[in-house]
């Protein structure tokens, strides 16, 4: 049971989005995925939640094509979080929580239960009854945060899930950024198989048991963070002059530039 | 924020429903006082059969009934396409003459009434539906129908090209109805020009049955999608996510549309600012849930035509007001008022 994706290749219009990408999301493992801007790791995001067709190779969910799920059973165990949201309209916060419970048939009174523990797992109780539209930037990401955690709350007869998040902190503070992190690490620890994409470096290398390094459409290199945050390789994607040390209390790598 | 709960409002709604047939009814160029139209109905429903107030419960069963009974009818269809519209666009500002059918519908009215001319207005007649009002039924569906062909690709169907095309499509629509009215001589001319501005003056209990059909359609089938349209406000993308089959649902919104709005337009009309007020307002009072805005916009659509029709009645007697002038008189202020709100609330 895994979230495969095997030889994607994906073109626009000559310019290769996606080159022969391949790797496995395991049920339990958080794989973080870094690269420069334009390397395509929302392109590779996008795929894998059956957004964007590739042009060749396939991504399957728990030993089935991913085309072959119904929408709305694979809504059950696949749950994504969009970098921007385009909502407009005045839903309260809970409402929209509620809105990841849209695959599920678990009955109302379950699904308020759930709403107001997600809710609460993203540090966001307060936010119920507030409309959504009024919030700020960062309550809105949390907001969907829950709306994502309660969409794959608990374990389902359609096997392993999986959350895919395109750059989850992207306009957190720095108290929540360390709240997403426990969240999606506490997600990990309950099974499910976790693919993130981070700008951060030292944020990556502090959550991921995996990393996988994009460039120009292709994986430039994949391992655990201390054999992916190596100086020549940080040098070569990126075109930074970075130093490597060690986090004093965790020991992951910690890169300065 | 929320001024009442959905329950609360379609009780206020369903208590004035009543008492408001009532006034539509004994509202006229003949005013029938509320116990003559009771006194009628009595009667008409199997009491004891008396020949007195005769030409009352003709008023009241061959012309004011269906008429009352038609304005709710339309009511519910515009307002509730108007909110599967701004659903499907995610935005409070759209309405169904967006995706063309308006317009389309106007030029196919005109179209019928410059060839046909007087004759076919008196004469042509099918299923008590004037050949102008199947040329506006037929006018409103293709154009949408061409709308949504447009927009639809190989990957699906693009709301923003959608959107284009519909602008595209009306201005067409606009220019053949212009040439149409180039064409046409003054009693011509007249006639589209009442026509455009939708009343309901034409109501007959066919029309009745024919509205009554495409309402029974659209609310059997639109609130099994209130669902998928609340997930579809947070984003194509991310109504997939969840498990929407978003292609599917579109084409069903986009069909039932043009059905219920080419309907509504074939028995009375163009009646502007009702599929964009309505489901706004209900919006502001009770949320943006589908599951109650499109019953509550059901209702307030309703009310809000019975009232403007039996205003159009009354204000200008012995004459009468095309309804359609009545709800834009009434619309623009309100919704320019709306507007001025929400800057407010931007700012400060």
Request: proline share 5%; glycine share 10%; aromatic share 4%.
């Amino acid at each position: 049971m895994s979230l495969s994706a095997r030889n994607l290749s994906l073109n626009l219009s000559d310019t290769a989005l996606l080159d022969d990408v391949g790797l496995d999301v395991l049920p339990g493992q958080i794989i973080t995925v870094l690269g420069p801007n334009g390397a395509g790791k929302t392109t590779l995001l996008r795929v894998l939640a059956g957004e964007l067709q590739p042009d060749s190779g396939n991504v399957s969910l728990n030993n089935r094509k991913l085309a072959e799920w119904t929408p709305r059973q694979r809504a059950r165990i696949l749950a994504v979080l969009p970098q921007h949201s385009l909502l407009n309209f005045p839903f309260t916060a809970a409402e929209v929580v509620m809105l990841g419970r849209t695959p599920h048939d678990s009955g109302l009174v379950h699904d308020r239960e759930i709403v107001a523990q997600a809710l609460k797992a993203v540090d966001g109780d307060y936010l119920a009854g507030r409309v959504y539209t009024q919030l700020s930037g960062g309550e809105k990401q949390r907001v969907h945060l829950a709306r994502v955690l309660a969409q794959i709350w608990a374990p389902c007869p359609e096997g392993e899930r999986f959350l895919l998040l395109d750059e989850p902190t992207s306009s957190f503070d720095l108290a929540h950024q360390q709240l997403t992190l426990d969240v999606v690490r506490n997600l990990a620890m309950q099974g499910v198989g976790i693919l993130m994409v981070v700008h951060d470096l030292n944020l990556a290398a502090r959550c991921a048991d995996h990393m996988i390094l994009m460039q120009c459409g292709r994986l430039a290199i994949a391992g655990a963070p201390a054999e992916v945050l190596q100086r020549d390789i940080i040098a070569r994607v990126f075109q930074v002059d970075a130093t490597i040390g060690t986090h004093p209390l965790t020991g992951t790598p910690l890169v300065i530039t | 924020m929320r001024w009442m709960l959905p329950s609360q409002l379609l009780t206020i709604m369903g208590v004035i429903l009543l008492p408001l047939v009532l006034v539509g009814l004994m509202m006229g160029p003949v005013w029938i006082a509320p116990a003559e139209v009771l006194r009628a109905f009595g009667e008409h429903f199997g009491a004891s059969p008396s020949s007195a107030g005769a030409q009352e419960g003709l008023i009241l069963f061959a012309i004011r009934l269906p008429r009352v009974i038609l304005a709710g009818l339309v009511g519910i269809c515009l307002a509730v396409c108007g909110t599967a519209m701004q659903g499907l666009f995610r935005n409070p500002l759209a309405d169904p003459s967006l995706i063309g059918v308006s317009s389309g519908a106007s030029a196919g009215a005109s179209l019928m009434i410059v060839l046909g001319g007087g004759a076919l207005l008196q004469g042509g007649q099918a299923a008590g539906l004037s050949v102008v009002a199947l040329g506006a039924f037929a006018g409103g569906f293709l154009a949408v129908v061409l709308v949504y062909r447009l927009a639809t690709s190989a990957i699906g169907t693009s709301v923003a090209t959608m959107l284009l095309a519909g602008i595209a499509i009306s201005a067409l629509a606009g220019a053949l109805n212009s040439l149409f009215m180039f064409l046409a001589d003054d009693e011509m001319l007249r006639r589209i020009s009442l026509w455009q501005m939708g009343s309901l003056d034409a109501a007959n209990w066919p029309r009745v049955w024919i509205a009554g059909l495409a309402v029974a359609m659209l609310l059997m089938l639109l609130p099994r999608e209130a669902n998928a349209l609340n997930a579809l406000l947070l984003g194509e993308s991310e109504a997939r996510h969840l498990g929407i089959a978003v292609d599917a649902v579109k084409r069903k919104l986009i069909l039932l549309t043009a059905m219920a709005i080419g309907v509504s337009v074939a028995v009375a009309g163009t009646i502007s600012f009702v599929g964009l007020i309505v489901p706004h307002i209900v919006r502001l009072l009770i949320g943006p849930d589908h599951r109650y805005l499109i019953p509550a916009s059901a209702m307030a659509g309703a009310i809000l035509l019975i009232l403007a029709d039996a205003a159009a009645r009354v204000v200008v007697a012995p004459a009468e007001l095309p309804a359609g002038i009545l709800t834009a008189l009434l619309g623009t202020p309100f919704f320019l008022s709306l507007l001025a709100q929400k800057r407010r609330v931007e700012v400060g």
